[in-house]
């Protein structure tokens, strides 16, 4: 195991290959790491013991973990919400059409250190959106977990190394805490909600509940005015994968 030095020099290098220049997400991020390096010690570093990782919780909380379901993964998530239009009218509203990602591991940043783990997704946002055949992320090659597309227009599947395909659908949803980032770019509309995802009957893999959390972006636009008939909207986001 690697000493707490490397480790926390690895997740400075690890910024999700955050592209150049300032932001505030960034500088907490950097300062975090600052103070870990600076109490470094020759010990190892630590374990990625989940039993220690907290999930996280807003003003109006989701339901807690069901009984008998222990944590298997945290991952962060970047790609794109995707929505559809009929028609470029101001009168239509955008509708969903499911998303693609690609889910990073990030447990034992998890089980260490949430409050860098909450900084992930706002400076995933802010970087260049990884291809779904990336072997690895950022300099440190922070690795693949898996990915999240659709296979209906209800119906997630999250194909996770080491927990095959889950396929779950939405349980509930809670309106992300105000101060999430809203977008990148031109796109501002504000950050998807947090979820509570759970399997469905004919779901093959280990995960039964995913909790989608300390979301980045991804809402539509208000209207179809203007717009072509498919709006990929960046996104990131945390989750939380139990079974």
Not at 1 to 21: D, E, Y
Not at 46 to 59: E, H, M, N, W
Not at 114 to 127: D, G, M, R, W
């Amino acid at each position: 195991m690697r000493p707490i030095l490397l480790i926390a020099a690895s997740m400075a290098s690890m910024a999700l290959a955050a592209p150049s220049g300032w932001s505030a997400e960034k500088a907490k991020f950097y300062s975090a790491v600052s103070k870990l390096i600076s109490k470094r010690d020759s010990h190892d570093g630590p374990s990625c013991d989940l039993s220690k990782a907290v999930l996280p919780v807003t003003y109006d909380p989701l339901a807690e973990v069901p009984e008998g379901q222990k944590l298997l993964h945290v991952g962060v998530g970047r790609g794109t919400q995707n929505y559809t239009c009929s028609s470029p009218s101001a009168k239509e509203e955008p509708k969903a059409q499911g998303a693609l990602a690609t889910i990073f591991e990030a447990s034992c940043i998890a089980a260490n250190y949430p409050f860098l783990l909450s900084l992930l997704p706002n400076i995933a946002l802010e970087s260049t959106n990884p291809p779904r055949t990336a072997e690895g992320f950022g300099p440190t090659d922070m690795s693949v977990l898996g990915f999240h597309y659709f296979s209906d227009g209800t119906t997630a599947v999250f194909d996770l190394k080491g927990s095959g395909a889950s396929s779950v659908a939405k349980d509930s949803a809670v309106d992300a805490p105000l101060t999430a980032i809203k977008g990148v770019g031109t796109e501002l509309e504000g950050a998807v909600p947090w979820l509570l995802l759970k399997s469905v009957e004919s779901s093959t893999g280990q995960v039964k509940s995913i909790y989608r959390t300390n979301t980045a972006g991804g809402s539509p636009p208000k209207n179809c005015a203007g717009q072509p008939e498919v709006i990929p909207i960046q996104y990131a986001a945390e989750y939380w994968f139990y079974g």
